[in-house]
């Protein structure tokens, strides 16, 4: 997932801009073994009504999902809303409603902008992907040399999830 930017910011970027990022972002994610990356503003722009749906799904080695939706609470409270009726509205489906079409959560979160500040625009995903922050302000902006740093970052983590590591010292 790539975050920064606000929709104000968005509207500013060209298409042709917008189907090289998104070229760009399709090869790194699949030659990184990704099988899609969602791309989110930052967070909102004061006065911006943009929508909170998704605005293009650019399919390829690695889908490309460009999602609009810039304040985090409104998009889980939506996809809790979108639970089917009659199903449990429980972290699955929920997870299901939030990240579709991809089917899981992701697991690299590359911010651009500050690294002392989180996106608004994530709430649930903070809990789940490892975060690279990146001093950039639009996606436009992201080079490849930012792009491979992020992923190189990523791989060099060990990742627990709330775990020790097998050597740690098991001393109270």
Known sequence: MVVGGTPKDWDDISTLEWEVVVDQLSAVGAAAGARWLT???????PGSSRPHAYSHVA???????????????????????AVPPGELVDEQAIARQLYAPADVEPDLIVILGPHDRLPPSLVWELAYGELVFVDRDVPTELSGADRQRAIETFHGRSRRFGGLDSDADSDP
């Open 39 to 45: 791309i989110r503003p930052y967070g909102p722009h």
């Open 59 to 81: 399919e390829g080695p690695c889908t490309v999902i460009i999602h609009e939706a810039a304040d985090g609470r409104d998009s889980f409270a939506a996809a809790a809303a």
